[in-house]
């Protein structure tokens, strides 16, 4: 599985993404040390604390089938498109509650990838993007 599958992935997960509120379609793919892909998206809630982002849904995904050991994940992200306007990825960092939930099962060289495009591709590391990160 290469980097630019992996995002390729991501991007067709963007387009399952319920996200009727904030119109802001998210997809991940999570690649297993095992080499298994888990995917998610977004799925928002009309009580809004219930929405779920793309990034914990594919973790959710991979630990409930009993995967714990993780390599990288590819997140791209896709707002719904003004009437006539052409689709438009944009590069999209894991939020703070995500970043402290995948901490929870990754190491520090853990790799998250975004980009506007397979083109464009951005890494940097569990460690990067959370520093000094809590566990127990
Ligand atoms: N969202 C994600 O899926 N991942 C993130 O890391 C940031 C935010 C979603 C949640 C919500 O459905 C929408 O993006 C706007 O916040």
Same mark, same amino acid.
């Given at each position: 599985?290469? $980097?630019?599958?992996? +995002?390729?992935?991501?991007?067709?997960? =963007?387009?399952?993404?319920?996200?009727?509120?904030?119109? +802001?379609?998210?997809?991940?793919?999570?690649?297993?040390? $095992?080499?298994?892909?888990?995917?998610?998206?977004?799925?928002?809630?009309?009580?809004?604390?219930? =929405?779920?982002?793309? %990034?914990?849904?594919?973790?959710?995904?991979?630990?409930?089938?009993?995967?714990? #050991? +993780?390599?990288?994940?590819?997140?791209?992200?896709?707002?719904?498109?003004?009437?006539?306007?052409?689709?438009?990825?944009?590069?999209?960092?894991?939020?703070?509650?995500?970043?402290?939930?995948?901490?929870?099962?990754? $190491? $520090?060289?853990?790799?998250?990838?975004?980009?506007?495009? #397979? %083109?464009?591709?951005?890494?940097?590391?569990?460690?990067?993007?959370?520093?000094?990160?809590?566990?127990?």
């Amino acid at each position: 599985m290469t $980097d630019r599958e992996l +995002f390729r992935a991501a991007m067709e997960m =963007t387009r399952r993404s319920y996200a009727p509120f904030s119109k +802001f379609r998210v997809g991940a793919a999570l690649l297993a040390k $095992d080499g298994t892909v888990y995917t998610g998206c977004n799925v928002e809630n009309s009580s809004f604390g219930g =929405t779920i982002c793309a %990034e914990r849904t594919a973790f959710v995904k991979a630990v409930s089938e009993g995967c714990r #050991e +993780f390599e990288k994940i590819a997140i791209t992200a896709c707002p719904v498109p003004e009437e006539g306007a052409e689709e438009a990825f944009v590069e999209a960092w894991p939020c703070g509650i995500c970043r402290q939930f995948m901490k929870e099962f990754c $190491d $520090d060289d853990f790799v998250i990838i975004t980009g506007t495009g #397979e %083109e464009t591709m951005r890494y940097m590391t569990m460690n990067e993007i959370l520093p000094e990160g809590f566990r127990l």
